[in-house]
């Protein structure tokens, strides 16, 4: 079975492109599941109900929020009545909403994904390696496929979490950084690994923003808004294949492709070979 792990969706052009997009990728790629991280899709920040619908029926099955969850009431709204948008389980049990979820395929296949936050440069949570233990303790045993999304700052944080789950997931990946990482591999237990899916919106950009307030606040030191700007817009993320029997990856491929088509798929990393 085919999944496409889509990176941060940012502002409306991050949207736009998903909904021109998936559709067609969903037929020509013969995909069986879509996650995307939202939670730069409201304008850069958060999500809306309305928002959430748009990408739901553009084709994206799952969604997920980070480190952003709580900054639009908007958000709370989405957690509290869609159980297909996740948040960090790594935030307090009385936050809203849920960190983890079992979503099934329109062939019956059920695929797990959680998110969890790091914590390097991060906000203070709850161990989120921790957090994935007493989630895989609970996955029932029917659950074969089970994807970690680590949604941090730094590499090193996220390739340690690959370590430590390698063999018993079908794959970890990055978000939050925004910039697609050339490091999509197998680690050596089996679990397909990426340190982060990148983002899914404006390249002509400071990761999403405009260029020129964000350089204002570092040749300044004083705050301008950071806009979110909207030229050269692609759509970022992984394809994995997977043995929906055994839960685990054949194959890893990055994916990059801008609105006009431009830029290729990135090759497949292979279990045990590259091509």
């Not at 889509?6 to 052009?13: C, N, P, S, T, Y």
């Not at 591999?185 to 919106?201: C, E, N, P, V």
């Amino acid at each position: 079975m085919r999944i496409l792990l889509i990176g941060d969706i940012v502002g409306k052009v991050g949207r736009e492109i998903v909904k021109e997009m998936l559709p067609g990728m969903r037929e020509s790629l013969g995909l069986d599941l879509v996650i995307a991280n939202a939670e730069n899709s409201a304008a850069g920040s958060g999500i809306t109900p309305k928002i959430f619908s748009e990408l739901q029926s553009a084709g994206v099955d799952l969604m997920t929020l980070g480190d952003h969850a709580w900054k639009r009431k908007d958000n709370l709204e989405v957690l509290k009545n869609e159980p297909l948008c996740l948040r960090p389980h790594n935030y307090p049990d009385e936050a809203v909403g849920k960190g983890w979820g079992v979503v099934a395929t329109a062939d019956g296949i059920q695929v797990a994904h959680a998110i969890v936050l790091g914590r390097v440069f991060m906000d203070a949570v709850d161990c989120p390696l921790r957090c994935v233990d007493s989630i895989l303790a609970e996955l029932p045993d029917d659950v074969k496929i089970c994807i970690v999304e680590y949604h941090a700052e730094a590499t090193s944080e996220k390739q340690a979490a690959g370590w430590y789950l390698d063999g018993r997931v079908t794959a970890v990946v990055g978000t939050h950084t925004h910039v697609l990482t050339a490091d999509a591999r197998f680690l050596t237990q089996g679990t397909a690994y990426i340190s982060d899916l990148g983002m899914t919106g404006p390249y002509d950009s400071v990761i999403g923003r405009e260029a020129k307030p964000v350089l204002h606040k570092f040749l300044t030191s004083m705050h301008a808004p950071f806009t979110v700007a909207e030229e050269n817009v692609h759509l970022c993320g992984v394809l994995l294949s997977v043995n929906p029997e055994t839960g685990k990856a054949s194959s890893i491929r990055p994916v990059d492709i801008s609105r006009d088509g431009t830029v290729p798929f990135a090759h497949d990393v292979i279990q045990g070979t590259e091509s």
